[in-house]
């Protein structure tokens, strides 16, 4: 055996080699590249697979074979989902406070600002669910579901079967669920679904053979569209847990949901016929609609991202609206972890002056995610960052409102998990009105928690910080 010896080294340094070789060149993050490189130099045979299977970005290279995207460049509009004739000029309608974050938006955005939406804001699941299960069973042509987590408890089986009745009544049914999140549930909604003759899709599903090499990767999205009419989008997924009236239920959760109406949700359909060709390899178009869909006189925006995306659309987005912030910033998010750029950008625009508010839940569902937080607040107390943290039960909200007029609301926390590693769709709204109504329910909330100071943060033991600091190592990650 002797005689293999020599060549077993060889290749195991040609591996090792490769692999550093492969995320020097390929990794944008120099602290990913670093970190790649020293697994795969120093755990010979056993690094470079470990970056085979996680560290090389498949999803984009499939998104191309998929031609996905292909008028999705920098600066060029896409029109497919036919907004065009709602899209507005920013420089010349929107009023001069827009102008900042529009500009950054449309550098970077698929599709243009359009006016004549209507949304409003749904709080729980005993606001938000009736109204999807209703868009449901009044949908005559096409009904698209996306989301995250779809458990089979009393709330899911609801929708299940008001789906099922819309597949029998001769609705176009679609369904993509995340391959990772239908699994909270047993048994699990696609198989319900596809046992009813519903058509359902599940994004990047666990296997073993062949085994699944972007398991990280996971579709966060959440969205329910009727007849390309009226949409849902928000942080929430379907199942009990979002019931926050039944006090008796220790897992409940809280959190809003948006319902819109108007050429925005054509834009929002469109990222889903997109999902479904990329889960399938299946490409279809909705079906002609009249295209007078205006409801309202909100401008907004749908944004798309994910590690398909040649940039992190959101992240440049949401620190390019920190940056142009003049008076004041409100950030609600159960995930707190930004990147350095962002987390500069908030010390920054709190040094100008401007009034910077993050709402953090107190009982995190993920304690890790809150060690770490724990462990990077310090600086942005320092810096005047004023930090809260909501009372119990989980507190699920994501909402960026920037000076009472521009605001963000979907399915992305504030974390890497969100801006770098999962699939994400919010929606822009620039409109001070419904900004507005969102700054206050932002602050009623911040009525309601209690304030974090820079003591508390530096009087934690020293075991508490050990841990906390251990648990940011992996915040990139988390």
Not at 95 to 114: G, H, L, M, Q, Y
Request: hydrophobic fraction near 45%; charge should be positive; charged fraction near 20%.
């Amino acid at each position: 055996m002797n005689w293999l010896h020599w060549p077993l080294i060889a290749l195991n340094i040609l591996m090792a080699f490769a692999a550093a070789g492969h995320a020097l060149l390929n990794k944008r993050d120099p602290r990913a590249a670093l970190g790649w490189i020293a697994v795969s130099l120093m755990f010979p045979l056993v690094g470079p697979i470990l970056y085979f299977l996680f560290g090389i970005n498949r999803i984009k290279t499939r998104a191309k074979k998929l031609d996905l995207h292909s008028s999705n460049r920098i600066g060029i509009f896409d029109d497919s989902c036919g907004t065009k004739e709602h899209a507005l000029d920013s420089s010349q309608t929107l009023p001069p406070e827009f102008i900042d974050i529009a500009t950054i938006s449309d550098s970077i955005s698929r599709w243009p600002v359009v006016g004549g939406n209507r949304v409003r804001m749904l709080q729980n699941g005993e606001q938000a669910y009736p109204e999807m299960i209703e868009a449901i069973e009044t949908a005559k042509e096409s009904l698209f579901l996306t989301t995250y987590i779809f458990e089979t408890n009393h709330s899911g089986r609801r929708f299940i079967d008001a789906l099922i009745r819309a597949v029998k009544r001769g609705v176009d049914v679609r369904v993509i669920v995340d391959g990772i999140g239908e699994l909270y549930s047993i048994p699990r909604a696609g198989t319900l679904l596809k046992r009813n003759g519903v058509r359902v899709s599940r994004f990047i599903p666990p296997k073993l053979l062949p085994p699944t090499i972007h398991i990280n990767l996971r579709n966060h999205r959440k969205f329910l569209i009727s007849d390309g009419r009226i949409g849902f989008t928000g942080g929430m997924n379907i199942g009990d847990r979002h019931l926050a009236d039944n006090f008796g239920n220790p897992s409940r959760v809280m959190d809003v949901h948006f319902c819109l109406t108007g050429p925005v949700v054509m834009q929002i359909e469109r990222a889903f016929l997109d999902d479904w060709s990329f889960c399938t390899g299946e490409s279809f178009l909705p079906r002609n609609r009249d295209t007078d869909i205006r409801s309202g006189d909100v401008a907004c925006r749908t944004i798309v991202d994910g590690p398909n995306e040649d940039i992190d659309r959101l992240a440049a987005i949401i620190q390019g609206a920190v940056s142009s912030a003049r008076r004041r910033i409100l950030i609600m998010t159960p995930y707190f972890l930004p990147s350095r750029e962002l987390s500069g950008a908030i010390q920054t625009a709190a040094l100008r002056g401007v009034e910077v508010s993050v709402v953090l839940p107190s009982k995190n569902n993920l304690p890790f995610v809150q060690w770490a937080t724990s462990n990077m607040l310090w600086e942005l107390l320092q810096r005047g960052v004023h930090v809260y943290f909501q009372p119990a039960p989980f507190v699920h909200t994501k909402l960026f409102v920037v000076d009472d007029y521009y605001a963000l609301i979907g399915s992305a926390n504030v974390d890497p998990r969100s801006l770098r590693l999962n699939f994400e769709l919010d929606v822009e709204i620039y409109d001070r009105g419904f900004a507005e109504i969102l700054a206050a329910h932002i602050l009623q909330k911040i009525n309601q928690s209690r304030e974090v100071f820079l003591r508390d943060v530096d009087s934690r033991s020293l075991p508490v910080k050990a841990r906390d600091a251990l648990a940011w190592l992996f915040s990139p990650y988390l």
